[in-house]
């Protein structure tokens, strides 16, 4: 079934729900360990859960419906300007991502590669370098400053094989659940 692009499509889709879900138990089990003054395992957990997200995009980036750079690349052929290209862009930005103000944030949420490296990934990296510092992260202004910010998207280069890339994350999450359970 390798040969199937359906397969590989619900094999990417998957085991980057599966890498997710060990993510948010790793951020989970970081902030604990924040709270026990356990510094160095809070450090540990955070940089797992970085490298498993920068995994999830690369997979991700093999699918080309998966990937924020097309959507931004769509919403800016809209415009006949370059004001207007980057507005469209902000607001392509802005629809995966704080789109539906305080109540709704994150509605239009997409799990998709350029957002998980570019977005998600950088925003848990500033929380916890916050707490670190022991202040308060100031997630609104980066997120809008990230969302008005034209041409700031770094480039992924997707997995060779997809089959392999998804066996070898999946058992890269395996070791890291436990390091989670401990």
């Known amino acids: 079934m390798k040969g199937s692009q ?8 998957l085991v980057v ?11 989970r089990k970081a902030g604990e360990f924040y709270r026990q003054s356990k510094f160095g395992l809070q450090d540990t ?29 769509d919403a800016r052929q809209w415009g006949n300007s370059e004001k207007e290209k980057n507005y469209y862009e902000m607001d392509a930005k802005r629809q995966v991502t704080v789109w539906g ?23 848990w990296k500033l929380y916890y370098q916050a707490l670190k510092e022991y202040s ?24 060779r094989d997809v089959v392999t890339g998804a066996s070898d994350l999946k058992k890269e999450v395996d070791g890291s659940k436990r390091v ?3």
């Open 45 to 73: 957990l955070v940089a797992q859960s970085l490298k498993l997200m920068n995994r999830m995009d690369e997979l991700l980036a093999s699918r080309n419906d998966r990937r924020l750079e097309r959507w931004i690349d």
């Open 101 to 123: 103000g305080p109540v709704l944030s994150e509605y239009a949420a997409k799990v998709w590669s350029g957002l998980i490296r570019d977005y998600y990934a950088q925003r």
């Open 136 to 159: 308060k992260p100031d997630l609104t202004d980066w997120q809008e400053e990230w969302i008005t910010t034209p041409g700031n998207l770094s480039r992924q280069v997707p997995v």
């Open 17 to 27: 729900q599966y890498t997710g879900v060990t993510v948010d138990s790793l951020l």
């Open 180 to 182: 989670c359970s401990r």
């Open 6 to 13: 359906l397969y590989r499509n619900d094999l990417i889709e």
